[in-house]
Structures are given as C-alpha cells and as structure tokens.
C-alpha cells in the first residue's frame, strides 16, 4: 500500500484497532485509514515549502496560504483543516488576495501567471499572463472586482487587466526599480506600490491621465498598507524606518525606528553579535487592524510587532518560535560550543575540512544548499487580520499561526471517535448526560435524533447547557433551535432557548456576525413569523373579545327596557 511519496514517521493504532494513524514529516501529512474499508477516515498536509502570503476570507472563517512548492490552500479557522488545495500553478505562488464581492481569489506566481480562482466551484476560471515572461511578485485586486494589477522583482511596470475579459489592459510605468508591493484603496480608484528605487507612488488608474503622485524616502521599500478608511499609507523600508502617509496630501504624518524592535536573534555563523546584525533590522508584511488605530507587522526574525498608530508606541511583542533548531531564535550563542574551528554545529557534514568556510550565497535565506545539514532561518513572510478584528494570522517558518482574542477551546474530543452511535446517543440520554447526548447527535447529523434531545432536555437544564456548550457547535445550536421552533407546538421552550442563548453568548455573536450570519438571520425569521402570528391571534382574539362584550351590553339594555314597560 502507496502512502506517501516520502518517509512515513511515525505510526498509532486506536483502541479498537480499526483506525491506523500514519504521519509523514518531510511532507506535513497526516492520514487516518481505516483498514476494514480501505479507505482515509481523514487526509490532511500542509504546505512542504516556505509560505509566501496569506489572506482571510470577507467573512473571517477562511484563511488563504500560497506558498514556495506551488500549492494554494484554503484552511477552515475553527477546525484548523485544510478543505481544498490549488495545484494549478507551477512555480511558487508569491501572493493572494480576495475580491471583496463574491467569492474570488486571486493569486500570482513564478510561473509568470495571475489567476483567478471560483471558490464556490473551487475551479480555476480566468489566467492572466504579460506580454513577456515575468516572474510575480506582489498582487492587488480592486475592490469592485472589475481589475487586478501585478507587479514583479524583474520589471518596474506594473501589470493591470480585466477580470471580465481576461486581457491586458496598461501597464504603468513610472518607477524606476522593482515593484516590491502594491495595495489598492478599500474605497477604491487609488492603488499604492512600493518599489526599490525609494519611492512609493499613488495612482488614480481609473483617471485618464493616469497620473501619479511619488513619495520619496531614504531606503528601498519592502512593503506598504492602506488603512481601512483609504486615508493614511504605512510604508515599511530597508533601513528599518515605518512612516506614515496622508493620501490625500501626499505628505508624511508620522515615522517611527523599529531597528531596536524587530531586531531578532543571532545566527550559528555570524560574525556579528545579534545587536549589530543588520539583515533582520526591516519589516516586510505589514497589516492595519479593522478599526484602524492599530498594525501589526513582520521580518527576518523571531518577532511581531503591534504598533499603536496614533502615538507610534510598540504594544506587543510576540515570539513566533523559541526552536532552537532553526537559525535566528537565540540571543547569545553558547561559549561551551565553540571551537578552533568555529562552532560546532556548523562543522555537521564538513569534517574533512579542517577550516570552515562562508559559502553562504549573498540573499540567501535557507543556508547553503551543498552541505548536508540546512538549518532554516526564522522569519515571517505575511501577516493579515481578521475582518472580525479579533484574530490575525502570520505565516512563518514554524508555519501558520493564529493569534485571538477569543480563548474558547475549538478541539473536539469526540470529532474521530468510533464509539458515537445512536444507540451511545441515547444512553447518554437516559443516563440525563444532556449535553454528550446532544453533541452526539451533531456529530450523527441525524435529524430525528437531534429533535428527540432537543425536546429531552428540561427547561432547568438549558442554562447549564447552554453555558458548558462550546462554540465549534454555536451556529449548529441555533439553526436546530430556529428550525424546530418553526415546526414545534413547544412555542415556551424555543423560545426560551432562543433568549438562553443570545443573552449568554451575545458578544461572542456580535464580534463573529459574518461568520454565523446564515444562522442568524434563519433565527430572526423564526421569531420575526411568531411575532407576526402571535399578533394576528392577539388582534382576532381582541376583535372577538370586543364584540362578545358589545352583545353582552346589548342584551343587558334590551333586558332593562323590557322590564322598564313592564
């Protein structure tokens, strides 16, 4: 049986011997098969190659990875799984981003190629190409959607098409070096590049004209953000300078040193202290939060930074990894291990020579690739924040990392357990285990059964399990209460579910409204259609009510008068 195409690790066996549990290193894969049915119970790999960009879906629910062997993938924030992967391109792909309407990415490549991808049939349905063989590096996508526009290392033109038509429609030329990194406006209209000849420019491409305004600074730009609102640039440079921009005025609003900030650890073969190395000394990814009153950024080190933009105070510094198998993550280099001819782990694979040389090619980011031994270096290649404003991502050499402001625990223990059956399900049940019994059932996906545990549980044990219920099984919870309130004559205990649960996880609700719109709005109709039913009952029983009380007053007068002439 054909695995995977390098080394298998390591191996594990369930309790039952049903599973087997099988993990390759090299390729970052992990497999569960199940032998009885030869087949995967799951398959899961990750990217074998350095990550270049990433990007999070409108709806924060998603994140976007492009990295160096060629591979785009699409991973689910809560589950941490990996549910497509692009394999269209055949080179690094270098950057990705989103149209803001409709479900497109974008990414760009070595291969010369832009294209376009349909993530709701997960097809590639556009490819962009130039005139001459160009190898992309940076990309930015209106935000009508209409254009894309690309830039690459090798040329100082900028590449804009149309998404409709698939062709190109100018090229900008203005810089004099390298595009190093483009941006387009939230707003619209304005796109922003960043090039090596010291400049970033500002281009109103929709104009006829199509001028530009320059912005000159000391060193070559490694990368440019635009705040949310399209007013203020923040453009990071070779000397470690960031400094801030007005659109509008074209001019410079403020500037801070970030040297001493980003400045990471010490290499095993510097020459230098980790004070004084200066290839770690600039940030190249930025990102601005939602609100924009805040950006993180990243480098060629073992650090982020969070940066609060209105007094330029450092907020944060976050580690990214403390393995001190990779180059970069010590301060001080240990005495203990040096010898005559140099230190020891750089003499791994070159015991012949009794002298060890630099061959280190200049730019070089992985080490010299003629030894045996490579030890990579730590870096973050993009950083991006969650539409929500309550998470951001960075990508590294450790991999992909998600930083939130939201502690709950997203594991599922019961996610790949062979014992969940219906008939567990109701013993769960019957033992009064309200809560096992109704994750059960959602893990089942059964219908009938989860409406049986819906209607089981007694109105005193809805807070508790309303309280205790993780929010992996939150936007489930609701769309079963909503949908049994629309066919259920239970009205009081929906109801009270419905206010159990918007009252008790109300600002969890509000700061993830995108991601559990769907969920929300199908409750809101539910409610909306019992209002509107209990008002026109209310109204009928009214009008009733109003006429049996108008024949009783009738009849009490007729009966008065009779006896009256009586």
């Known amino acids: 049986m054909s695995i995977s195409q390098q080394g298998i690790n390591d191996v594990a066996i369930n309790r039952s011997g049903d599973w087997l549990a099988l993990g390759a290193a090299k390729l970052g894969q992990l497999l569960v098969w199940e032998w009885q049915s030869e087949s995967y119970i799951l398959k899961q790999q990750g990217h074998f190659d350095s990550i270049n960009d990433l990007v999070y879906s409108r709806e924060g ?31 690094g792909v270098t950057a990705c981003k989103f149209a803001q309407k409709g479900n497109v990415l974008f990414t760009a490549s070595l291969d010369g190629s832009v294209r376009a991808w349909d993530l709701i049939r997960y097809r590639n349905f556009r490819t962009f190409s130039a005139p001459t063989r160009l190898s992309f590096s940076s990309l930015a996508v209106d935000p ?23 062709q190109l429609l100018d090229q900008l030329a203005g810089h004099e070096g390298p595009i190093s990194s483009l941006a387009f406006a939230p707003s619209g209209g304005t796109l922003v590049s960043g090039s090596w000849d010291h400049t970033a420019r500002i281009w109103n491409i929709f104009d006829r004209t199509q001028s530009s305004e320059a912005l000159h600074l000391q060193s070559d730009i490694t990368a440019v953000s635009i705040r949310p609102d399209s007013k203020q640039i923040a453009v990071a440079t070779l000397d470690g300078q960031l400094t801030f921009w007005s659109i509008i005025e074209a001019t410079q609003s403020a500037g801070l040193d970030s040297r001493r900030d980003v400045l990471g650890g010490r290499k095993l073969g510097d020459r230098r202290t980790a004070a004084n ?187 508790r399990l309303v309280k205790e219920i993780p929010t992996i099984y939150l936007a489930r919870l609701i769309r079963l209460v909503a949908q049994t309130t629309d066919a259920s004559p239970h009205l009081e205990r929906n109801l009270r579910w419905m206010e159990t ?66």
């Open 501 to 566: 649960l918007l009252s008790r996880h109300g600002p969890f609700l509000k700061d993830h409204m995108p991601a559990l719109s769907q969920e929300l709005r199908v409750a809101q109709r539910v409610i909306g259609a019992i209002q509107t039913d209990l008002t026109r009952v209310a109204d009928e029983n009214a009008y009733v009510l109003d006429y049996v009380l108008s024949q009783s007053a009738g009849k009490s007068e007729t009966s008065k008068a009779v006896i009256t002439n009586g």
């Open 277 to 463: 190395a200066a290839g770690t000394r600039y940030f190249n990814c930025l990102s601005y939060s939602l609100d924009g009153s805040c950006i993180i950024a990243g480098g060629n080190s073992k650090y982020l930074c969070l940066y609060d933009v209105l007094t330029g105070s450092l907020l944060k510094k976050y580690t990214v990894s403390v393995n001190l198998s990779l180059e970069g993550t010590q301060e001080y280099l240990n005495s203990r291990t040096l010898t005559e001819a140099g230190p020891a782990g750089s003499l791994i694979g070159n015991t012949e020579s009794s002298v060890v040389e630099d061959r280190t090619l200049p730019g070089s980011r992985r080490g010299d690739f003629s030894s045996r031994h490579v030890r990579p270096e730590v870096r973050v290649t993009a950083v991006a924040f969650s539409p929500t404003g309550r998470a951001f991502c960075a990508a590294s050499t450790e991999g992909l990392l998600v930083y939130s402001l939201d502690h709950a625990w997203h594991f599922d223990p019961l996610d790949l357990d062979t014992d969940i059956t219906r008939a567990s399900a109701k013993m769960s049940l019957d033992e009064r285990q309200y809560l096992r019994a109704l994750i059960m059932g959602f893990r089942l996906n059964e219908s009938l059964l989860l409406k049986r545990i819906l209607e089981a549980i007694p109105l005193t044990e809805i807070p």
């Open 144 to 166: 009508s959607g209409d254009v894309v526009c690309a830039g690459a290392l090798s040329s100082s033109n900028i590449h804009i098409w149309s998404v409709q038509t698939g």
């Open 61 to 91: 629910n998603r994140v976007v990875t492009a990295a160096d062997d060629g591979k785009v993938k699409v991973w689910d924030v809560q589950s941490g799984f990996c549910i497509v992967t692009f394999t269209e391109h055949s080179g």
